[in-house]
C-alpha cells in the first residue's frame, strides 16, 4: 500500500518537468509546451497500454529468450496486448504496470524541452507514441522486465546485473538521447546561431515556472526513486528514508554547484541554470539513491551539477545543438552519470562497473541509432518541424489560435530582434 | 555521413556485448573498453557530421 501511495505522487515528476519546460522556452510558446506535455502522457499511456507493456512485461512473466554460449538471455517479453491477463490490483505486477505508464509519460515530456518553439503539437505526440511503444518498453524490458542486461549479474558474473533503482537510465537517458534525435531532426531555432556559427542568448521567459517545477520535481522524484528501488532493486521499504535523503542532498549539492559556478563565471548566480542543476541532480540520483551513503550522494550530485553546465555550454557552443532546456544535457548525461555512480556504492559487487557500462553502451550504440531512426523515419511521412511561419508567430497564435498571456503587451522587438 | 556515425555506435555496442556473452572475465574488459573507444569515435562523427549538416543549412 505504501508503494501505491508513492506511486501515485510521480505525476509531480512530470508536472514540475513540465513547467521547467515551459518556463525555459519562449513565452509565444508558453502554452503550446503545457499543452503538448499534456497530450504526450496521453498518447504514452494510451499507446503503451495497447502495445508496450506487452513487450516490456515484468520479471518472472512470459518472455522469449535465446540461447547464447549456451546461456538463456531474455530479450524481449510475450505479454498479450492491452494488458489482457494482468490482475490489476495491488499485486506487485500490477503496481509495476501503474509505474511504468507515469514513468513513460515522464520519458515522453523530456524531448519537448529539445524541441521548444518549433516542434509540431501532432508530430510530439506522434513521436512519443513511437517513444511508449517501441523505444521505451524494450529498453526497459531489458533492465527492469528481466532481460538481458539484467541477467549480466546472474549469466556473466557482473556484480547483480545493471541496476538502475528510479529509472536513470530506462526513463531519463532515454528521454535525453531521444532528445539528442529531436534537435538532430528539427534543427536549430531560427537566429539561434549567426551565419558564422555563434549561439545568440535566448532566454527563458518566465524563471518563476521553472523554479516552481523544480519544487514539483523533487516531490515526484523521491517517490519515483522510492517506488521504483522497491520495484525493481528488491529494496525493502526500510530503505525508503535514505532514498529520500539521498535524491534530496543530490539535488540540493547540483543546485548549489551550478548556482557557484554561474556566480563565478558571470559575477550572479543564473536562476535557469541553476534549475537545470536541481533537476540534473534528481536525475543523477535515480539509479543509485537505495545503494550510496549521503557523503557519496552530495559528491555525486555535486558532479553532476558541474558536468551539466560543461554540457549545456559545449552542445551550445561547439556542437551547433539548441536545445532550449538543456534536456540533452539534464537527462542523458545526468543519467549517465547516476547510472555509474551506482557502481561505487559499497554494496554492489565485483564487476558492477563492467554490468552498469554495458548499460550505457547500449543506450549510445542502440537506444539513440533506435529512436534517431523512428524520428527521422516519422519526418518524411510527417514533418516535424513547424514552417518557418509558424516559428515566425510562436506556437501559441500558429498551432493553438490564441496566447499563453493574452492581457501581456508583447514588444515589437520579440518578434523583429531575431529575424532581421 | 551520419549513418556511419550511428554504425560505429551501433558496431561498439555488438563488440560490448559479444565480449559480455562470450568472453571469459579475462579479455572482457579489454574488449569492453575497445568497444566503448568506438561508440566514441561513432559519437564524436555523428556530432561533426550535424555541425557539417548545420553550416550546409544555413
Known sequence: MLCFVLILLVPFAGAGLALVNSGLGRCRSAAHVMLASLCVVGVSALVYVAVGFSWQGAIGRPAHSALIGAKPWNWIAAQPFFLRGMSLDVSTDSLVVLLQIFSVGLAAIIPLSAGSDRWRLGAACASSGVLAGWTYPLFAHWVWGGGWLSQLGANSGLGRGLVD??????????????????????????????????????????AILVLAGCFAAWIGWIALNSAGAVLFAAVTTQKLVLIAINTTLSAVASALTAALITRVKFGRPDASLTANGWIGGLVASSAAAAFLKPAAAILVGGIAGALILGAIDLMEARLAIDDPGGAVAVHAVGGILGLLAVSVSEAQQSGQFLAQLAGVSTLVGFVLPLTYGLNWLLDRFYPQRVNAEGERQGMDLYELGAGAYPEFVVHSEEFSQRWN | MRIAGFLLLTAGWVIVTSALFLLSAGARAAFVVAGIAVQILGLIFSIRTHRVMESERD
Do not use: E
Not at chain 1, 529531436?182 to 531560427?190: N, Q
Open chain 1, 165 to 206: 533503482g528510479g529509472g536513470a537510465s530506462t526513463i531519463q537517458v532515454v528521454g535525453g538521447l531521444t532528445a539528442l534525435a529531436i534537435t538532430w531532426i528539427l534543427g536549430p531555432r531560427h537566429g539561434k546561431f549567426s551565419s558564422d556559427g555563434v549561439p545568440a542568448a535566448i532566454p527563458g521567459h518566465n
